[in-house]
DNA sequence: AGGCTCGTCATTTTT
DNA sequence: TGACGAGCCT
């Protein structure tokens, strides 16, 4: 019988699909329908009743792929299979710890840290240890200690070869002591911990090799070193691991990923033949062969290239602009264009390398009144008045909690000043205890509304009240006796987060909705761990019909219509931070592949001449990607209308019609720049009031420098 | 306790 | 340029 779900996939996806009785590789190039293969995998597998959902797990990196992923196979399927285990890396930690929370000896309830609490939990711990933070930056240390987790290292199985590091990973030792005594875990503790239960503990690490027969992993080239280890061990001898990724689209080095995992897999696991998934259902030609270009000039690939059937599509649009106002102002008019063409706004992507480039564009929208949606920037669970009210619940749930209750103490205001908290932490210090049993141990009855001791009683206040409602209606009762919703009422412009407040308990009644099981503290850890592990995109609402803007990194996965790619300059794309970087230009490449393999039928290219950073004006030069891609591929714009400026990319000339009498520095001759510093003059261009002028600086490469602005000194 | 000013520092980010 | 944090002043 054939299935509905084998019957759209081509040669390669559905050899992929039905692989039998041995691990894989497959190499997805983008827009290969690597998700659909992933998907289709796994009902094959159930439907066949090759494996029972129980034997399969399921790995991805962000709670949205995994969402897509089960209702995918749903749909499928034309059922909700259960008892597969599909989620993140992390989600999956997170459950596997919390079934064996014995074996691993921390709370049932214990706590999850995001990176902003887990920042705060070192900035506290640095100030017991008295660290002066000029010298050791809490950052420095949260970056330390994250990248040994990553590698699976403890404190004490950390090398370190000088005093600075070594000092670091001395409180990398306290801050692991002070997570276990408060019972709490960050999100590199839920990985190692994992992992290191399963070596610990053969009876478990055993149970669950016989368990997960299949393992799929979703985005494999993004694994790092411990999750890795991790797939590894699960897998054992006996099991089959499928692994989905593009090391083409590999671009999170800096946050620890390890393309090499990819040869490593073939290597450990004898894997012979790697399939690649090499025909693009979503770009015109035009397109993917700019990209397949492109990625060509990486000589670290495994090796592939898309195609397509579908036609050539327009050419690919390179747009000159003179300064960074000049680029925005270009996109607008397009997007306007397209606009009264029909397309809807949401089918149009403005990408960029860094969050600061959005500022102008937000600008140029925002005074056209085109709707736009921003990407990135602070989720739901992360703003401060929502974390305030899940802390009032964090330390309900867990007194040991002092990220907590520090958070809460003193907000809304209650007379706490940083004496009386400095003398709670001298106790707890010499006790050994948690803040909380601290300012119980000196608790008087309290005559105001203020002071540590009303704090206690608010607190318990509010978990006798508690008892017995609902999730929701518990945090209701949190907004409310804390203070917190009056305080932003009075607040002139707490108007949103009065209403976020109020969102969070609809977010608490859709959770109730959808949790089963009658334990009602078991309940509340999970939904606080809910929002831990789920920064909240769901709550983001905005159907409205809206341009899409966004950093390349976030589009990762994305995919529009129409797609501009902007500031293509040296410096910006690829960035300059990269350039000095092992490796960090063939990253920026495949970064720039991302970006261009996102548009489906339109692509603009867009670089700016000049361009205002930091507040001083830069001049740059177009990025080498443009030059990657052959001309036959691309529509200069803007080179003929405006003829006083040269051929794109050209080697600029020097401008005959001025004698070199009119030239303020001698070509060759040696120049200082304020920020640049030395340099020798190569050539000029434009006319009197628009002189440029090219200096080959030693430190800063060649640039362009208009001499109106640029204050050059004779040497 | 809260507001203000000054100084510093500027990729990319999910969990 | 502008955002953010530390520290100082009221």
Same mark, same amino acid.
């Given at each position: 019988m054939q299935l509905d779900y084998l019957k759209d996939l081509n040669e390669k996806q559905s050899e992929a699909v039905q692989l039998q009785n041995e691990s894989a590789l497959i190499l997805a190039g983008a827009g290969s329908g690597k998700t659909k293969v992933l998907t289709s995998r796994i009902s094959w597998l159930i439907h066949n009743?090759?494996?029972?959902?129980?034997?399969?797990?399921? &790995?991805?990196?962000?709670?949205?792929?995994?969402?897509?992923?089960l209702s995918r196979i749903s749909t499928q399927l034309?059922?909700?299979? *259960?008892?597969?285990?599909?989620?993140?890396?992390?989600?999956?930690?997170? *459950?596997?710890?919390?079934?064996?929370?014995?074996e691993t000896n921390l709370?049932?309830?214990?706590?999850?840290?995001?990176?902003?609490? @887990?920042?705060?939990?070192?900035?506290?711990l640095c100030k017991i240890l008295q660290i002066d933070p000029d010298k050791i930056t809490p950052k420095e240390?949260?970056? %330390?200690?994250?990248?040994?987790?990553?590698?699976?290292?403890?404190?004490?199985?950390?090398?370190?070869?000088?005093? %600075?590091? #070594?000092?670091?990973?001395?409180?990398?030792?306290?801050?692991?002591?002070?997570?276990?005594?408060?019972?709490?875990?960050?999100?590199?503790?839920?990985?190692?911990?994992?992992?290191?239960?399963? /070596?610990s503990n053969e009876t478990l690490r055993t149970h669950y090799q016989n368990r997960f027969n299949y393992i799929l992993v979703d985005e494999f080239q993004d694994t790092s070193e411990l999750q890795y280890r991790w797939l590894k061990l699960l897998t054992g001898k006996n099991n089959i691991i499928f692994a989905v990724g593009d090391d083409d689209q590999s671009i999170y080095a800096f946050r620890g990923a390890n393309?090499?995992?990819?040869?490593?897999? @073939?290597?450990?696991?004898?894997?012979?033949?790697?399939?690649?998934?090499?025909?693009?259902?979503?770009?015109?030609?035009?397109?993917?062969?700019?990209?397949?270009?492109?990625? =060509?000039?990486?000589?670290?690939?495994?090796? =592939?290239?898309?195609?397509?059937?579908?036609?050539?599509?327009?050419?690919?649009?390179?747009? *000159?602009?003179?300064?960074?106002?000049?680029?925005?102002?270009?996109?607008?008019?397009?997007?306007?264009?397209? %606009?009264?063409?029909g397309k809807l706004y949401q089918n149009i992507a403005i990408l960029y390398r860094s969050n600061a480039q959005s500022r102008i564009l937000e600008h140029s929208m925002v005074s056209n009144n085109i709707p736009y949606r921003v990407y990135g920037g602070l989720r739901f669970f992360e703003r401060a008045e929502v974390k305030h009210a899940l802390a009032y619940l964090r330390l309900i749930a867990n007194k040991q909690d002092d990220n907590a209750f520090l958070r809460i103490v003193n907000f809304p205001k209650r007379g706490i000043?940083? *004496?009386?908290?400095?003398?709670?932490?001298?106790?707890?210090?010499?006790?050994?205890?948690?803040?909380?049993?601290?300012? =119980?141990?000196?608790?008087?009855?309290?005559?105001?509304?203020?002071?540590?001791?009303?704090?206690?009683?608010?607190?318990? =206040?509010?978990?006798?009240? /508690?008892?017995?409602?609902?999730?929701?209606?518990?945090?209701?009762? &949190?907004?409310?006796?804390?203070?917190?919703?009056?305080?932003?009422?009075?607040?002139?412009?707490?108007?949103?987060?009065v209403s976020n407040l109020e969102e969070l308990v609809s977010a608490a009644t859709t959770f109730s909705e959808n949790f089963n099981g009658e334990d009602k503290n078991l309940e509340l850890t999970e939904f606080l761990n809910y929002t831990s592990l789920e920064s909240g995109e769901l709550q983001a609402k905005a159907?409205?019909?809206?341009?899409?803007?966004?950093?390349?990194?976030?589009?990762?996965?994305?995919?529009?219509?129409?797609?501009?790619?902007?500031?293509?300059?040296?410096?910006?794309?690829? %960035?300059? #931070?990269?350039?000095?970087?092992?490796?960090?230009?063939?990253?920026?490449?495949?970064?720039?592949? &991302?970006?261009?393999?996102?548009?489906?039928?339109?692509?603009?290219?867009?670089?700016?001449?000049?361009?205002?950073?930091?507040? @001083?004006?830069q001049y740059n030069l177009s990025s080498r990607f443009l030059d990657e891609i052959p001309e036959n591929l691309i529509k200069k714009i803007n080179v003929i209308e405006n003829p006083q400026i040269k051929q794109f990319n050209q080697p600029k000339q020097v401008t005959q019609s001025f004698s070199h009498s009119e030239y303020p520095y001698k070509i060759g001759s040696q120049v200082l720049h304020k920020k640049f510093g030395n340099g020798v003059v190569l050539s000029y261009e434009g006319s009197s009031n628009d002189l440029r002028v090219q200096v080959q600086f030693a430190n800063a490469g060649t640039k362009w420098l208009a001499l109106e602005f640029a204050k050059l000194e004779k040497l």
């Amino acid at each position: 019988m054939q299935l509905d779900y084998l019957k759209d996939l081509n040669e390669k996806q559905s050899e992929a699909v039905q692989l039998q009785n041995e691990s894989a590789l497959i190499l997805a190039g983008a827009g290969s329908g690597k998700t659909k293969v992933l998907t289709s995998r796994i009902s094959w597998l159930i439907h066949n009743q090759i494996v029972s959902p129980n034997g399969i797990l399921a &790995v991805t990196f962000t709670n949205k792929a995994a969402n897509e992923m089960l209702s995918r196979i749903s749909t499928q399927l034309g059922m909700n299979p *259960r008892g597969m285990w599909v989620g993140t890396f992390h989600g999956l930690c997170n *459950r596997f710890l919390r079934l064996h929370y014995k074996e691993t000896n921390l709370p049932q309830t214990f706590q999850i840290l995001d990176s902003s609490d @887990q920042l705060s939990a070192i900035k506290r711990l640095c100030k017991i240890l008295q660290i002066d933070p000029d010298k050791i930056t809490p950052k420095e240390i949260q970056y %330390h200690i994250n990248g040994s987790k990553e590698n699976g290292m403890r404190a004490k199985d950390v090398k370190t070869y000088d005093a %600075h590091t #070594q000092k670091i990973n001395e409180i990398y030792l306290e801050y692991e002591k002070q997570c276990q005594r408060e019972g709490v875990a960050d999100f590199g503790e839920l990985l190692l911990r994992s992992y290191e239960l399963l /070596i610990s503990n053969e009876t478990l690490r055993t149970h669950y090799q016989n368990r997960f027969n299949y393992i799929l992993v979703d985005e494999f080239q993004d694994t790092s070193e411990l999750q890795y280890r991790w797939l590894k061990l699960l897998t054992g001898k006996n099991n089959i691991i499928f692994a989905v990724g593009d090391d083409d689209q590999s671009i999170y080095a800096f946050r620890g990923a390890n393309v090499g995992n990819m040869q490593s897999l @073939q290597h450990d696991f004898n894997i012979e033949k790697v399939i690649k998934l090499e025909q693009n259902y979503r770009s015109k030609n035009n397109i993917l062969s700019a990209a397949n270009e492109i990625i =060509k000039n990486n000589e670290k690939r495994l090796g =592939k290239d898309l195609w397509t059937a579908s036609g050539d599509g327009d050419l690919i649009k390179v747009f *000159r602009a003179l300064s960074d106002s000049d680029e925005a102002q270009y996109i607008l008019d397009e997007i306007k264009m397209w %606009h009264r063409k029909g397309k809807l706004y949401q089918n149009i992507a403005i990408l960029y390398r860094s969050n600061a480039q959005s500022r102008i564009l937000e600008h140029s929208m925002v005074s056209n009144n085109i709707p736009y949606r921003v990407y990135g920037g602070l989720r739901f669970f992360e703003r401060a008045e929502v974390k305030h009210a899940l802390a009032y619940l964090r330390l309900i749930a867990n007194k040991q909690d002092d990220n907590a209750f520090l958070r809460i103490v003193n907000f809304p205001k209650r007379g706490i000043g940083n *004496r009386s908290l400095e003398t709670l932490q001298d106790i707890s210090k010499i006790n050994n205890t948690s803040l909380w049993e601290a300012a =119980k141990s000196s608790y008087k009855t309290p005559t105001s509304e203020k002071g540590i001791s009303y704090f206690i009683d608010l607190i318990r =206040k509010i978990e006798d009240e /508690i008892q017995g409602l609902t999730l929701a209606e518990s945090m209701d009762v &949190v907004i409310n006796f804390s203070g917190l919703k009056n305080h932003y009422m009075n607040d002139k412009d707490g108007q949103d987060r009065v209403s976020n407040l109020e969102e969070l308990v609809s977010a608490a009644t859709t959770f109730s909705e959808n949790f089963n099981g009658e334990d009602k503290n078991l309940e509340l850890t999970e939904f606080l761990n809910y929002t831990s592990l789920e920064s909240g995109e769901l709550q983001a609402k905005a159907n409205q019909d809206a341009l899409q803007l966004m950093t390349i990194h976030s589009a990762k996965g994305l995919e529009f219509d129409i797609v501009f790619i902007t500031g293509l300059e040296e410096g910006l794309c690829p %960035h300059e #931070q990269c350039l000095i970087e092992a490796d960090g230009l063939e990253e920026e490449r495949r970064l720039m592949y &991302v970006a261009v393999t996102r548009a489906r039928e339109n692509l603009y290219l867009t670089y700016a001449q000049s361009r205002l950073m930091y507040g @001083q004006t830069q001049y740059n030069l177009s990025s080498r990607f443009l030059d990657e891609i052959p001309e036959n591929l691309i529509k200069k714009i803007n080179v003929i209308e405006n003829p006083q400026i040269k051929q794109f990319n050209q080697p600029k000339q020097v401008t005959q019609s001025f004698s070199h009498s009119e030239y303020p520095y001698k070509i060759g001759s040696q120049v200082l720049h304020k920020k640049f510093g030395n340099g020798v003059v190569l050539s000029y261009e434009g006319s009197s009031n628009d002189l440029r002028v090219q200096v080959q600086f030693a430190n800063a490469g060649t640039k362009w420098l208009a001499l109106e602005f640029a204050k050059l000194e004779k040497l």
